[in-house]
């Protein structure tokens, strides 16, 4: 069964930091590009960033929206199964339910697969 | 960046109804379409991984059409558990972007 595990999660002040942590199981976890993607209390979803699928000698590939990019990190460490965002000078409108989910291209292939979700609070 | 209109935002109906929910792309994207949907305080749980194709173990009362801009979810039969915000993802191109989400009530 694919199971996709979010971690990391918490209150943080504006202009901190927070490293979110995915565990992926029950698949070949370098086969699959990675995603991570946001909704905010009663709000729609918002795609936050992806990574390419590696399996160790292909180029891996970073997509970032816009609202992210230059303050967020995507990265996997395919060796424990796990996809990271390393989230740099937080805004409250970071404030979200973050859910990754995994798809087997960065495009043309459609998510398949959604985490439960780990909630970042940016506040004073 | 292609856009996604959602339609309707929410909307209310009997069991036994026919409901469809429409999303239009800005620009083509051929098939790279999915739907799916999300029981509040659930994940988001994919229906129709391209725009007309149905995921595995997914009611065949779900049904999805289109290619390039505008495409169809179609749920026949509606049933109590079918109550819940659904939404489209189009995957062709960065940014991925969202339709805004249809919340469907039944009555």
Known sequence: EVQLAESGGGLVQPGGSLRLSCAASGFNFDDYAMHW???ASGEGLEWVSTISWNDGWKTINRHYADSVKGRFTISRDNAK???YLQMNSLRPEDTALYYCARSLGELSFPIDSWGQGTLVTVSS | DIQMTQSPSSLSASVGDRVTITCRASQGI????????QIPGKAPKR???????L???VPSRFSGRGSGTEFTLTITNLQPEDSASYFCLQHSSFPLTFGGGTKVEIK
Do not use: M
């Open chain 1, 37 to 39: 993607v946001r909704q």
């Open chain 1, 81 to 83: 199964n796990s996809l």
């Open chain 2, 30 to 37: 051929r098939s790279d379409l999915g739907w799916y949907q």
């Open chain 2, 47 to 53: 229906l129709i991984p391209a725009a007309s194709s």
């Open chain 2, 55 to 57: 995921q595995g173990g």
